[in-house]
Each structure stands twice: as C-alpha cells, then as structure tokens.
C-alpha cells in the first residue's frame, strides 16, 4: 500500500522560508506527478504544483506564489521537496504532499498534511 | 483562468439521494475528478475521469458530465457521506479545485 508521509517546521516567521518533505513508502516513484496541495483556515483546496520523476513540473499559476516556489524530487530516495521562500501570513495553511495521475485518474494517495503557519 | 463553480452548500436526509454540480465552460470537454474532505483529515478520491470509481469506494457514489457541468451524486446517503466535496480538473497542465461544496446529512 502507497503511503505518503511529510514533514517540517510547523512554525515559520514572516519572510522566511517554508520547507517541508514527502517520502513516499510502498510504491513506485516513477510515471507520476507528485504534487502539493494546501489548504488555508476556512478556505478550500488550492493546488500549488506537482513534479514527476523526469523532472518535468508545473507551478500555480498565481503569479505571487509562483515566482517563490520551488518543487524538487529525490528519487534516491523517494522524497518530495517543497520550498515556499518570503512567507507571510496568507501562507498558512495545512500543506498535503499527493500523487497524481495522468489522464484524468486524479491525485489518488495523500499525505497525512502539516500546518505551517506563519507568524 | 479557468474556474470551477461549486455550491456552498447542500443538505440531504439520511437514506435519500443528493446530487452536488460543478459548473466551467465546456467542462464536459475535460476529465473531472471528486474529493472528499473531512474535517482533520486528508482528502479521499472518491470519482475519476468523470464518472469512475476508485477501487474500494462504494456504489452509492456516482458521476457524471456534460456540456458545462458534472455532477456527484450520492445515492443512499449515511451519515458518513458529511463532508466537504470538491471538483477538479486539468487546464494548461494546471490542476484546478472548485471552492468545495459542504455536505450536510440533516
């Protein structure tokens, strides 16, 4: 069974930079997109940006966010890499770490998510 | 940017058959997939590529799109169901969500 467990600093102070991890147990690491999601405090899902393991990702298209995002993948090591640099306090959020599919079969395992929150 | 739009909110009485839209121009052009998110825990795919269920999920959720909306239907539904529902498609390589529709089983 694919399971997906992540980590990271839970507290980050203002423009500084959020940095949390995924690795991913039970499963294969290659021909998926591995993705960020969060969730801000009463709001709804927001898609951050996904990577496969040919190093091909794509980001949020939310310029403001964009331009301080970095996704990166190990695949030595099965890991998932986000860095949110700048952070203020529109960032905090629970952060989930999922796989996703090709072809309209959806981000079917999830991460057990991590709330950051900056302050 | 392309949009999702979702209900706030429905509600439906135990046993009884509720159906959840999500509206975007030609979304019956695109793969849509649903989630289900409860409060304190990760998300669950519960439909893929319109109208598919993931290997485990009961019978008694059901999708379906054409033209500009896909609807979630859940037929008989528990108490469990209660969560919050969300859409989601691909568009330029970007994945978007609806604003989520909140299930409540009255």
């Known amino acids: 069974q694919v399971q997906l467990q992540q980590w990271g600093a839970g507290l980050v102070k203002p423009l500084e930079t959020l940095s949390l991890t995924c690795a991913v147990y039970g499963g294969s690491f290659t021909n998926y997109y591995w993705t960020w999601v969060r969730q801000p405090p009463g709001k709804g899902l927001e898609w951050i940006g996904e990577?496969?393991?040919?190093?091909?990702?794509?980001?949020s298209n939310i310029p403001s966010l964009n331009r301080r995002l970095t996704i990166s993948l190990d695949t030595s090591k099965n890991q998932v890499f986000l860095k949110l640099t700048s952070v203020t306090a529109a960032d905090t959020a629970v952060y989930y770490c999922a796989r996703g599919n090709a072809g309209g079969k959806g981000i079917d395992f999830w991460g057990q998510g991590t709330l950051v929150t900056v302050s | 940017s392309y949009e999702l739009t979702q209900p706030p909110s429905v509600s439906v009485s135990p046993g009884q058959t509720v159906s959840i839209p999500c509206s975007g121009d030609k979304l019956g052009e695109k793969y849509v997939c649903w989630y289900q998110h409860k409060p304190g825990q990760s998300p669950i795919l519960v439909m893929y590529q319109d109208s598919k269920r993931p290997s485990g999920m009961p019978e008694r959720f059901s999708g379906s799109n054409s033209g500009n909306t896909a609807t979630l239907t859940i037929s008989g539904t528990q108490a469990l169901d209660e969560a919050d529902y969300y859409c989601?498609?691909?568009?330029?390589?970007?994945?978007?969500f609806g604003g989520g529709t909140r299930l409540t089983v009255l």
């Open positions: 989601q498609v691909w568009h330029i390589s970007t994945v978007i």
């Open positions: 990577m496969n393991d040919s190093g091909s990702g794509t980001k």
